[in-house]
Each structure stands twice: as structure tokens, then as C-alpha cells.
């Protein structure tokens, strides 16, 4: 069993997954990388900074079986992300 973090775009739904929970994650190393994500989304600097907050706050901690967490986009945004349970 693996665990994961999972940041999901609200503006086009697409998935960025950290291996490990909460705890192993700075909430500014989360933010920053929400922040990037956003920049490819024409928001205004506020409506872009309300936002990231909105990404890492609902940030999702799983519980993955097996090879669950290689199939994830671990190393950056992906859209097209199937997520079970
Ligand atoms: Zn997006």
C-alpha cells in the first residue's frame, strides 16, 4: 500500500499526484506547484490566488494498492487521469 496526495484543477480537472500524505509535504511546495499549474489558465493574479488556495485545501490524501500510484502523474498535470474508489 502506497499513499498519496491528490491536486485536482478546478478550472479543467486535471490531477497532479504527490507520493505521500499531507505530512510529507510542505503547504508552500503544494501551493507553488497549483500556482504553476493555474498560470496556464487565463485568471486574473487574484482569482488565480484564490484558487491555488482552493487546489491545496481540497487536496484528496488515498490510500493506493500496488502499482495504483506509478499510474498517477506524479511528476506533473495530467487531464486525463482515471481515479478509482
Ligand atoms: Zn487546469
Redesign the pocket.
Known amino acids: 500500500m502506497s499513499r498519496a496526495l491528490l491536486l485536482r ?6 490531477t497532479h499526484a504527490f507520493r505521500g500524505d499531507r505530512d510529507d509535504h510542505e503547504k508552500a511546495e503544494l501551493l507553488d506547484r497549483a500556482d504553476d ?2 498560470r ?2 487565463a485568471l486574473g493574479e487574484s482569482a488565480r490566488a484564490i484558487r491555488k488556495h482552493e487546489v491545496v485545501a481540497d487536496a484528496e490524501e488515498r490510500i493506493l494498492a500496488g502499482d495504483e500510484l506509478d499510474r498517477l502523474p506524479t511528476d506533473g ?1 495530467r ?1 486525463d487521469v482515471a481515479l478509482v474508489g
Open positions: 484543477c478546478p478550472v479543467c480537472d486535471a499549474h493555474l496556464d489558465h498535470w487531464a
